[in-house]
């Protein structure tokens, strides 16, 4: 199985930059597609950013120029750095992973980890 484990939420002012990383451990394949989501609340989960171990990546439109993912492949750890945080980057962001080579279809997730962009 995948074992995930976030670190790097916080409370934060908007317009103030906040780094998340997760690293995944497991005990059979080779992990594959990584990803981070983001659950504002009373809405659903839904993708930030993810990228594969060969270096394909994606991130949403909502936060392209904003938020950038990164991978170390020796470490199984990815970081989502998250820059000009507004208030609706409020919520909790969660990783996910899969031995795929997939990009939105993740099998395993962390537990989350909570950011709040406050004043």
């Known amino acids: 199985q995948v074992q995930l484990v976030e670190s790097g939420g916080g409370l934060v002012q908007p317009g103030g930059s906040l780094t998340l990383s997760c690293a995944a451990s497991t005990t059979r394949f080779a992990i594959n597609g990584m990803g981070w989501y983001h659950q504002a609340p009373g809405k659903e989960r839904a993708l930030v950013a993810a990228?594969?171990?060969?270096?394909?990546?994606t991130v949403a439109d909502s936060v392209k120029g904003r938020f950038s993912i990164t991978r170390d492949n020796a470490k199984n750890t990815i970081t989502l750095q998250m820059n000009t945080l507004k208030p609706d980057g409020t919520g909790v962001y969660y990783c996910?992973?899969?031995?795929?080579?997939?990009?939105?279809?993740?099998?395993?997730w962390g537990q989350g980890t909570q950011v709040t962009v406050s004043s």
């Open positions: 990228i594969t171990s060969g270096g394909t990546s």
């Open positions: 996910a992973a899969s031995y795929e080579d997939t990009l939105s279809n993740f099998d395993f």
